[in-house]
């Protein structure tokens, strides 16, 4: 998916931005990218970073960076931050995208002249780049971001920095989130509002959707003010977000405690201990044990030293072993046991019957499934949260596809959603046979979003239920 960070300071920047990038990580495996404005204008940089972390690569760039304003990203596919001269004068642009609709904006922009884009080593267009096209139509600055914001179908939050700070503009329906972090002499826009408390910021705002704002060392003006629909990512919640995130005002490990205990008020098993997947699984895992009174365990865990997520390959039949061999077992805590095992959610299905299958040859006897969050039915249109490149590739319609003898209709979709319908449960019991589980239950859609504790009307749930 990706994230991004902003300094602008009276002093220089370089030191909190390399390490509020540093701190989104988490969120990408690709590129990383970072830009300062100073003195002697613009300074940019931009690694790969599949094969090492981004503060490994980018220690010699921060050691001779220097400047008081600065972005920079952790990108999940195409390399940023992009340095743009057009009639706006020069700016530094990096984003959090998914751009769908790219065939008619690269159209469009074709007929009103625009007259060429870099083709990156995919053929794809660098959608960066298209969002400064975007920008560029547009006379005003602030009047050609908001008309990015309004252009793209999908979704799109922007840093944007020039001579005179750092803009920062929030996907029209807040589908990804800005936090703004405020010290003495010094403004700071993330993605992640945790990025920046260790550097010695304290919360400012949260941009609401749609709002621009700019910052410089000075101050934080708003300049388009916030929409009123917003439609933020569940999933950050459940899997993507960090456990001392916070978003819309909810943290992301007490949103897991409190799913966790959810799950475990509607269970019937009574197994011998609960566990999480490391690592999103494990807070969900801590609520149902405190709920249920269950013993919590760890029978397996991740190594990390050599292997953080950052170092995970794009080609997901490499990412499925990577995974499978992170994954250590501590075998006298699984033998003879009957164990519930607690993911943040199943979407291919491969890495967790490889694990039940594991959990079984070290002597298990039992291994109950238990997912953090309802079936995922959809591929997600707005973030991207998912490599898959077809919804096929998701074990819930592989098997509705199998169960409705290919008849599959937007109707029929509907029913398989609704966790009291017949069909739900037929689906729930091919799954569980198919990736030979001893039982699997997941979570309700309504006790997922009551585990947010926000309102329901904002979040969305487009890749459970279809409703956007």
Not at 54 to 72: A, C, H, L, V, Y
Request: aromatic letters at 10%; one cysteine or more.
């Amino acid at each position: 998916m990706g994230g991004f960070f902003g300094v602008a300071s009276k002093d220089d920047c370089v030191f909190d931005l390399f390490f509020g990038i540093d701190y989104h990580s988490h969120l990408g495996t690709r590129r990383g990218g970072m830009v300062v404005y100073g003195e002697n204008g613009f300074d940019r940089s931009i690694h790969n970073i599949e094969n090492a972390p981004f503060r490994t690569k980018f220690d010699k760039d921060m050691q001779k960076m220097k400047g008081q304003f600065g972005i920079g990203c952790i990108s999940d596919y195409e390399p940023q931050p992009l340095l743009v001269r057009s009639h706006h004068g020069t700016y530094a642009l990096t984003t959090v995208s998914k751009i769908n609709n790219v065939d008619e904006i690269t159209k469009m922009l074709f007929d009103n002249g625009h007259s060429h884009f870099l083709e990156m080593s995919g053929g794809d267009i660098n959608a960066t780049e298209l969002v400064a096209a975007l920008i560029n139509q547009k006379e005003n600055l602030i009047e050609g971001i908001n008309y990015a914001l309004e252009a793209v179908e999908g979704s799109l939050s922007i840093l944007l920095m020039n001579s005179n700070g750092i803009y920062a503009a929030r996907d029209k329906h807040g589908r990804t989130p800005i936090v703004i972090g405020k010290k003495d002499g010094a403004f700071c826009a993330s993605f992640e509002n945790f990025a920046y408390k260790n550097l010695g910021y304290h919360d400012y705002k949260e941009l609401g959707p749609g709002e621009i704002d700019v910052i410089t060392d000075k101050n934080c003006v708003t300049l388009v003010q916030p929409g009123s629909e917003m439609k933020i990512c569940t999933f950050l919640w459940v899997y993507y977000g960090y456990p001392s995130s916070s978003y819309e005002g909810m943290n992301v490990e007490q949103m897991r405690y409190n799913c966790g205990a959810m799950m475990a008020k509607r269970d019937n098993v009574k197994p011998d201990i609960v566990a999480g997947v490391p690592d999103s699984g494990t807070a969900h895992a801590v609520g149902y044990a405190n709920e249920s009174g269950i013993p919590f365990s760890r029978p397996f865990i991740k190594y990390t030293p050599t292997w953080p997520r950052s170092f995970m390959p794009t080609i997901q039949s490499q990412r499925n072993l990577i995974a499978k061999m992170k994954l250590l077992a501590v075998e006298d805590l699984i033998k003879d046991k009957s164990l519930l095992i607690i993911d943040d959610s199943i979407v291919r299905g491969t890495q967790l019957r490889e694990t039940t299958e594991y959990l079984f040859s070290a002597g298990a006897r039992e291994v109950h499934i238990r997912p953090a969050c309802p079936p995922l039915v959809y591929g997600c249109k707005y973030l991207n949260f998912s490599r898959s490149s077809s919804e096929m590739d998701l074990i819930t319609r592989r098997v509705i596809e199998r169960l409705e003898n290919g008849n599959v209709t937007d109707e029929v979709l509907k029913e398989y959603t609704d966790p009291d319908s017949e069909k739900y449960e037929r689906m729930v019991d091919e799954i569980c046979k198919e990736l030979h589980f001893t039982s699997l239950r997941f979570n309700r859609l309504d006790d997922m979003l009551e585990s947010v504790g926000i309102d329901k009307t904002k979040l969305c749930t487009y890749c459970w239920n279809g409703e956007e």
